[in-house]
Structures are given as C-alpha cells and as structure tokens.
C-alpha cells in the first residue's frame, strides 16, 4: 500500500521584484494545465530547499530561472497565510534585458507601474496582453506604494 505524505507545515518560497529604470521584470509563466497561475505574469523565484535560506534560495532561482546573478537583494516583506510563505526581495536589474536567458517559463518582460496597476502587460511571444497574477500584483502594488513616499 503507498502511503501519501502530506505535511502541515507550509511550503516556503522566495520572489524577486527586480527593477530597472521605473519598469519591473516580469516572468509570463507557461500556459500549461497543472501549474499555479498559467499563463499570467508573475515574479521570478521560487520554492526553497529544505534548510534552504530564502536569500540563498533566491539567487539560485535568478541563476536557474533567467541566468542573471545578483549580489544583494533587499527584504522587502513577508507574506504568509497557513498554505505558503512567500519571502519578497527587490534589486535592481543591472544588464539589458537581452543579456537574460529564459530557462523558465514563457516570456519575460518589463511591465510599467501603469501596466501592473492595471493587472495586464503585453507580452511578445505571446502576441497578446496577459493578466497579471492576483498576488503577483498584489506584492508589486504594495512595494511600488514604498517607491512613491
């Protein structure tokens, strides 16, 4: 008989809101069933290690995920409810955004404040505006509220 492990305890990621001259880097994840938010815009990171610090967890992601290596990233919050904790860092983004490789996910791009604000960002591979995760939005109208005061 197999047995299914399910745990209690909630599963620890980290995310980047990483910035360049007013805009944010933005991943189009893959339009494919199975995945949390398909197909929207959302933030680049992911699930940490366990024992995996989220800082630590975080730089890795960025190498995997884009292949961009980041030397400081700032904490800017923590969101958690009893499902997941998400650890939020900023940085700037300090090459053209040419200079990133996509290794996950379908598209990336540079979204303007309007663009979030709005919850849409057009996307080039996709030829078509895509909405913006709920809680991607969500954390980068809370940091793009710190921005402004």
Known sequence: MKKTFISSEPIAVAMAIIY???KYLMQLRDDIPGILY???WGLFGGHLDPGEEP???LKRELIEE???SVD???KFRCYADSKIIRHMYSCPLLVPIERLQL???WDLGL???ADIQRGYGYSTKAQQERSLGDI???MMLDFIATQTR
């Open 66 to 68: 884009i292949n961009y």
């Open 111 to 113: 979204l303007t404040v």
């Open 20 to 22: 360049q001259e007013g």
């Open 136 to 138: 991607h939005r969500q």
């Open 103 to 105: 290794n996950e996910g």
């Open 55 to 57: 800082e630590a967890g």
């Open 38 to 40: 398909p197909g929207v």
């Open 72 to 74: 400081q990233l700032t």
